[in-house]
């Protein structure tokens, strides 16, 4: 078995990497990133450059490497790629005859935009953050009160995220925002969680809940348990929402306990290889099925904290070298 993995540097392609390498099929990995110091180039078997997801010719240099490399799967490792392959899966599918592990352009929007998102919960009458458009933020503040949360609408890892509590505060944020969304202030930062979801067929085939903290919009503690009511709550969510393969779904439980949905990934997610120390490689388990025509059983996940922490890796300093040389 062959395996694509692009944005190799991120965190995302990076646990990609990391959860076909924990995995039991032992795949072939071709690594791809702009970065030539990218970590998941040096941890695959095969890397090559190419060009960044919004630089001219990128998909072109992509489709280079899928017909010399001719891998059976391709997973995605940065935001910024999905719309692309979203749209070109069924053409790159029967091109190359590579499965493209990614959802529908119409899925991939939804969870682009949180705006979009809140209303997506909204008309199936699912609970989520209330939320407003600039202009309507009085409806909110008269309905929640402060403090409220302005966040963009297309955005990831908390950057630009601010928690307001007077409307001058208010103000100020949509003036910096721009292209912003108006929530409100759901639960604390104890009842955060994260979750995975295959979701193929239609169907939602296993999950898992964690309880996370977060640094930098980052999660830097994992708190495992089985959550059998939570996990039934996000797999109504994926076969709502019907992505094709992985979905990440974050959230809060309000003050009476309710979860309250306020960010989606269409994607695996930066906590993927945390899921893997679990006992649910999600990588793995979507490589079986798309793959092999495997079914997907639900794992006994293993009830577990998950510290994270940064690693380091040498590398010869004429690789740097070239690097800085724009190679």
Known sequence: MKVLVTGAGALLGQGIVKSLRASALK????????????????????????????????LERVEELLRRERPDALLVGTDVELAAFASQRPRLEQTYGTRVLVS????????????QTA??????????????LPGDEERLIAGRGFPLLVKPRRGARSVGVEVVRSRAELSAAIERGGNVVIQEYVGSEETEYTAGVLCFEGRAQASI????DLRDGNTYRAYVERYPELNRTVREWAEQLQPHGPANFQFRLDRDGRPKLFEINARFSGTTP???????????????????????AQPDVVPMTI????QELTVPR???QRSRGGC
């Open 307 to 310: 510290l994270r922490y940064w």
């Open 209 to 212: 809940v964690m309880r996370r």
């Open 104 to 115: 529908s352009p119409e899925v991939v929007e939804i969870a682009d935009d949180k705006w």
């Open 119 to 132: 209303q997506f919960f909204k008309e199936r009458e699912l609970d989520h953050p209330d939320s407003a």
């Open 27 to 58: 795949p072939t990995i071709v690594a791809v990133d702009p970065n030539p110091l990218s970590v998941g180039l040096i941890w695959a078997d095969v890397a090559h450059l190419v060009p960044r997801a919004n630089a001219p010719g990128y």
């Open 318 to 320: 004429e690789s740097a």
């Open 274 to 296: 945390l899921r893997a120390l679990a006992g649910f490689n999600e990588v793995e388990m979507a490589l079986r099925h798309v793959l092999l025509g495997e079914p997907i």
